[in-house]
Structures are given as C-alpha cells and as structure tokens.
C-alpha cells in the first residue's frame, strides 16, 4: 500500500489553463504538506495543513490554492498556469511534530507548462 | 531563521569507495537534523535523523551520520559505496520555531563510478 499517494504522476498543460493535483495519506498523519521542487532540485514549501486547518502559508502567487477535505487529503489547485510553474510538485505528511519524525514524501507530480 | 548549505553539488565516487556528503547548517538551539535520499523519479525517501542523544546516527542502506554542534554540520556516510546509491541527497533541519516546517538544502547528486 502505497503511504502517500499523488495523482497525476505528470502533467502537461498550456499557459493560462486550470488544473489540480491530488494527494492522500494512508498513514493516519495529523499534516500535510505541499512542497516544489525547481530544476535545480531545491525544494520550497509551499502549504502546509494541520488537521485540515492552514498552518503554513509560504510566498506562493494567489493562483495556487490549497484544498484539503479532511486531514488524509490535500489537493492543489493553480488557476491561470504560467511557465514558471513548470516543477516537481511533492506531497508530504507527518504525524505530530515533523521536527522529531520527520515527513513521508509522495512520488512527486511532475508538472509542464507549455 | 534556520538554514541549510550542502557545498558540494556533485560528487563522484568510486563504487566500493567510502563517501562522505558535507551538511551544515545555521540555527541559534539544538536542530533536528535528517538526511532524505532521491532516486531518479521518486520521491525522498529517509535515511535518518537526529535530534538528541547519541551524536552518531545509524540510518538505512548503511548509512550514518554525526552531529557536530562545534561545527554546526552533520555529515553524511558510508563506507562501502554500491551503484545503487547514486541519488540526490537532501539535507534537512527542522527548528522548535518553525512549527512543522522543515528546510531543506540544495541537495548533492552523488554519481557512482563503476
């Protein structure tokens, strides 16, 4: 069984349009988070939630949007796709503090805008 | 805020060589440190961590790491390399201010010789 799960695994879209990216957990964490990934490899946060509460609020534009039903989900929404968010999204979750345990990483979304 | 530098980019290494990845990072208390392994396409999978005790950390796959505060690194090891770990190696630090938020570094691409 996979722990943490993120669909689609690619995604290749135009400019200006509209699309989602899901996440779950099986694990029975309290958090989840969302994080990109550059071409050079470094990773940023972008979300974070806490028992489908926001917690953590990074820098992103407003076009992307956080969505998380309740706390086994978090979905990512971008309106208006740009060429710079061309990246490696990762879903990630942790149970209690992740500074003790760490994060469980999903496979990570590899998205591409053309 | 804390901070995350790993110096080198790249490292080769000779398959059946020792390794070491260099891991320092800048924060005022005691960090909770962890190393993450990416293979190609995956997502980032933990090695081990560190976040008291013991300043010697045992890991998977045969790694260790060891916590120096006198030099604010932690430093990753093994020392029998095998192809498989050729990888993107990812430190990370979580901070008791920072809530659930961990900071990566920029990774190191480790390249196994045959």
């Known amino acids: 069984d996979t722990a943490v799960s993120q669909t689609p695994k690619y995604l290749v879209t135009q400019m200006g349009n509209d699309k989602s990216i899901k996440c779950e957990q099986n694990l029975g964490h309290d958090t989840m988070y969302w994080y990109k990934q550059d071409s050079k490899k470094f990773l940023k946060i972008m979300f974070s939630y806490n028992n489908k509460e926001l917690i953590i609020n990074e820098t992103v534009p407003n076009r992307f949007s956080p969505k998380s039903p309740d706390k086994a989900h978090l979905n990512l929404h971008i309106n208006s796709l740009e060429l710079g968010d061309s990246a490696v999204y990762f879903c990630?979750?942790?149970?209690?503090?992740?500074?003790?345990?760490?994060?469980?990483f999903g496979s990570g979304t590899r998205l591409t805008v053309v | 805020a804390q901070s995350v530098t790993q110096p080198d980019i790249h490292i080769t290494v000779s398959e059946g060589a020792s390794l070491e990845l260099r891991c320092n990072y800048s924060y005022g208390a005691t960090p909770y440190l962890f190393w993450y392994v990416q293979s190609p396409g995956q997502g980032l999978q933990l090695l081990l961590k560190y976040f008291s005790g013991d300043t010697l950390v045992q890991g998977i796959k045969g790694f260790e790491a060891e916590f120096k505060r006198s030099q604010s690194s932690f430093n990753l090891r093994k020392p029998s390399v095998h192809w498989s770990d050729a990888a993107e190696y990812f430190c990370?630090?979580?901070?008791?201010?920072?809530?659930?938020?961990?900071?990566f570094g920029g990774g190191t691409r480790l390249m196994v010789k045959p």
């Open positions: 990630a979750s942790s149970q209690g503090s992740a500074r003790y345990y760490g994060y469980t």
């Open positions: 990370a630090v979580g901070a008791s201010n920072a809530g659930n938020m961990l900071t």
